[in-house]
Structures are given as structure tokens and as C-alpha cells.
């Protein structure tokens, strides 16, 4: 059974930094795609930044600068560093294991595990 376990969010001030972890269990860490999307107050879950099993990074245009993810395949964690937080960063924040390699990283459709989320608010 896969399990994806979010923790580190809170509220943080304008300009300050939080570090988010996601700990899985139950697949093959080291070969799997990881994610976090994230979903604002009455808004969509939308794509945040991912970490293929090799390596390689993406960011949204929204975070590209102040948010750095990555992963410790000895610990099956994955990590995001959020710095100079925005209010508009205020949302609830998902770990997401990739299951369908025939969508692209980016896309909610590519992750079929999810964690429950863990909620990130950011004051003005």
C-alpha cells in the first residue's frame, strides 16, 4: 500500500521560508517521479514543481527562483524549500507519486498517489 505523508506546512510571514517534506512508503522510491502540486482557496489544484526519478527538475513560472525541491532517495523524502514566501503561495500543498508516464511531469494526470496535503498560509 502507497502511502505519501506531507509535513513542515504553517503559516509563515511575507518574505519568510518553510521547508515542506512528503516521506513514501510502499513503492520504489528511487525509480518514481515526484511532485507537489498545490490548491489555493476555491481554485484548482495546479503543478508546483517535480523531480524525476533521475534527477531532473521542473518548476511552474511562479515559483521558479524562490522554491527548491529535491529528493533523498536514502530516506524515500521528498523536500520543497519555499523562500520568499507570497501571500498568493497560501494554499493547501500535495505530494504526488507518478504513475502514467503518458502524460507529461507537469500534469495532474501523470500522479496517481496522493498524500492528504498539509496547509501553507502565508500573511501579508
Known amino acids: 500500500q502507497v502511502q505519501l505523508v506531507e509535513s513542515g506546512g504553517g503559516l509563515v510571514q511575507a518574505g519568510g521560508s518553510l521547508r515542506l517534506a512528503c516521506a513514501a512508503s510502499?513503492?520504489?522510491?528511487?525509480?518514481?517521479?515526484m511532485a507537489w502540486f498545490r490548491q489555493p482557496p476555491g481554485k484548482e489544484r495546479a503543478f508546483v514543481s517535480a523531480?524525476?526519478?533521475?534527477?531532473?527538475?521542473y518548476y511552474a513560472d511562479s515559483v521558479k527562483g524562490r522554491f527548491t525541491i529535491s529528493r533523498d532517495n536514502a530516506k524515500n523524502t521528498v523536500y520543497l524549500e519555499m523562500n520568499s514566501a507570497k501571500p498568493d503561495d497560501t494554499a493547501v500543498y500535495y505530494c504526488?507519486?507518478?504513475?502514467?508516464?503518458?502524460?507529461?511531469?507537469?500534469?495532474?494526470?501523470?500522479?496517481?498517489?496522493w498524500g492528504r496535503g498539509t496547509q501553507v498560509t502565508v500573511s501579508s
Open positions: 504526488a507519486a507518478r504513475t502514467r508516464m503518458e502524460y507529461g511531469i507537469k500534469q495532474i494526470d501523470a500522479y496517481g498517489y
Open positions: 510502499g513503492l520504489t522510491f528511487s525509480n518514481t517521479g
Open positions: 523531480v524525476g526519478w533521475s534527477g531532473i527538475i
